[in-house]
């Protein structure tokens, strides 16, 4: 297979070109929008990767070519005396924790030279070894979310225009938490956590939430030992260049490492704790997804693998160098839905599968690797940022939690409750008359202030309300914080009136007044313009198409005229008017 085209016809020939991504395969969470440069460059790179490939496949490797096996049995023979080796010592002087350890060893051992090099970081858990507790909890959590209606579309926005994606989903994690993806804020169901009050809609949805915190917990304790035991192999690695007995140095090795510190498991203790930041899971995305729904799935491109359900991505809005981890289930199919496999080249259609490609590369075979009902993998340590994934559609629908460590640092209640907390500090209330007025009009002040406002209005309240009713599923834990929020927004609503007021007195020089406008105006103007995006994205064909409970919702939207609001909704006269004192 590394040697030749592979053509794999699955589902008709790839198209070079097609829809859009939510159109066809939809973009993993995590894909936020990016800056133009960054855009054009991974467009000119696609591009160039299609000219080179011309007509031609590039070629990928699934269980079902004789060198995939070979990639997992061509360092088996020299890794099991190794390991061997090692085991007694280990036993005798270290305990179980590190034979554990050491068996993740001899896993990663498994895989061959190409493998190791390029593919290592790719961690695969089959079902058989999970514990059948935690499946029957999980999977039963998957269809009680799906029998509360909790998985939604999502209407996102993709280079100006607005698509729904055609995978379903909801977000479950640490109370407060949000994440980001293609101009879309999802907030999370939050699961059950200690000192938060937590009233779920239905105690079915409880013990799903509670299932999937199980979830979590599990897949970051094998995540953690993943990594160290990754850690643990390539220490090893570096001592065997340096001496010519290998196995007997590093047995030595090994012992003197154990006696010094157990309890990092050969990890200095700073690494130990970058390995708990990159494993502890904050949030878990769902997704559902049945391929049959679907009236078109785009096609793989590069090695003709079929259909994609998830296109080729880097997960981002991520923690760096973290561990994505992701639990697939996909519902068992009759036995008329699997294909002859001597009828197939390349992947089986009917069964789902993770696809992995170093990113931009030519040269290196990709990987198809199947999931069937309760498998998981790892990404570790920084092979989300070297490699791209996808995930190829079989005939079933299917289920997966992708557990992920979130960038949630200006993405959690926490976070925007202090914003608000430093932009309300420039207002005051006068104890006699309640009158409200400004401390402060320092440029720097009045910039910071107003940026804040936008924040809070653009990235909180409008991203919230634009997805209509569906927190309301699962549970009512959002309505209250964002009420709050709601209530913080309206005074700087008031803040930026005063600010016009104290721009219209003429009681600055013009280099002054003139001066807090330049700052001012540009703001203004951005939330003036980001109120008609929205607004037109809440009356879209896709947005009122949507059942009732999942439209968008306009919020907040009041008359010009309204008297508890300061200023008007439609900002253009008053952008004008600072245009013209400019002038």
């Not at 993740?104 to 961690?123: D, E, I, M, N």
């Not at 959690?412 to 005051?428: D, H, P, R, S, V």
């Not at 980001?530 to 009732?548: I, N």
Request: glycine residues 6%; contains cysteine.
């Amino acid at each position: 297979a590394g040697g030749r085209k592979l053509k794999r016809l699955l589902g008709g020939r790839a198209r070079r070109c097609g829809a859009p991504h939510a159109s066809g395969a939809a973009l993993e969470p995590g894909s936020m929008k990016r800056r133009a440069g960054a855009s054009e460059n991974k467009a000119a790179k696609k591009q160039k990767l299609l000219e080179e490939l011309g007509e031609s496949w590039l070629p990928y490797l699934t269980p079902r070519d004789a060198e995939f096996h070979q990639l997992a049995t061509h360092g088996a023979q020299q890794s099991c005396s190794l390991a061997q080796s090692l085991l007694p010592h280990m036993c005798q002087e270290s305990g179980e924790m590190v034979i554990f350890s050491a068996l993740w060893v001899l896993a990663a051992a498994l895989f061959s030279k190409q493998w190791k090099t390029r593919y290592s970081k790719l961690l695969l858990r089959k079902a058989e070894k999970i514990p059948q507790e935690l499946h029957h909890i999980v999977q039963e959590a998957f269809l009680t979310l799906q029998k509360h209606d909790c998985f939604f579309q999502d209407l996102v926005r993709i280079k100006g225009k607005d698509f729904l994606t055609p995978v379903s989903r909801i977000l479950i994690g640490n109370p407060g938490c949000t994440y980001k993806y293609l101009n879309t804020r999802l907030f999370t169901v939050p699961w059950p956590m200690e000192d938060y009050e937590i009233k779920y809609c239905h105690p079915e949805l409880f013990a799903a939430c509670k299932a999937l915190i199980r979830l979590n917990d599990y897949l970051n304790i094998e995540a953690v030992q993943a990594l160290q035991g990754q850690i643990f192999s390539e220490t090893k690695e570096t001592e065997d260049t340096a001496v010519s007995d290998r196995e007997q140095d590093f047995s030595t090795f090994i012992k003197g490492s154990l006696l010094e510190d157990q309890s990092s498991l050969y990890t200095p203790r700073n690494d130990c704790n970058s390995l708990k930041h990159r494993t502890s899971y904050n949030l878990t995305l769902l997704n559902y997804m049945d391929p049959l729904q679907m009236p078109y799935l785009k096609q793989e491109p590069y090695f003709g693998m079929g259909n994609m359900a998830v296109s080729w991505h880097h997960d981002e809005n991520l923690v760096e160098r973290s561990t994505v981890a992701v639990y697939s289930y996909s519902c068992e199919g009759s036995t008329s839905d699997k294909v002859n496999e001597q009828d197939v080249e390349g992947r089986d259609p009917a069964d789902w599968h993770v696809g992995l490609k170093v990113a931009w590369d030519i040269k290196t075979p990709g990987l198809a690797i199947p999931l069937h009902p309760g498998d998981c993998y790892f990404m570790l340590d920084d092979l989300n940022m070297t490699h791209q994934h996808c995930v190829l559609a079989g005939f079933q629908p299917r289920f997966s939690s992708t557990h992920r460590v979130a960038e949630c640092s200006t993405g959690t209640l926490e976070y925007i409750f202090g914003q608000c907390e430093i932009a309300l500090q420039n207002l005051q209330v006068d104890s006699d008359s309640a009158a409200l007025s400004l401390k402060s009009l320092e440029v720097q002040v009045v910039k910071e202030v107003e940026g804040i406002h936008n924040e809070v209005e653009f990235e909180w309240l409008r991203q919230f309300w634009f997805q209509g009713k569906r927190y309301r599923k699962c549970t009512d834990w959002w309505f209250e914080p964002m009420a709050k929020l709601e209530e913080f927004w309206k005074k700087m609503e008031f803040m930026t009136s005063l600010v016009l007021c104290e721009v219209g007195k003429g009681e600055r020089t013009m280099e002054q007044r003139n001066e807090i406008i330049s700052c001012f105006l540009p703001l203004l103007t951005e939330r003036q313009e980001l109120r008609k995006e929205w607004t037109a994205r809440c009356q879209c064909q896709l947005a009122v198409s949507l059942p009732e409970e999942q439209k968008p919702d306009c919020h907040p939207l009041w008359k010009d005229d309204d008297p508890s609001m300061p200023l008007p909704y439609d900002l253009e006269e008053v952008i004008a008017n600072l245009q013209t004192v400019l002038e």
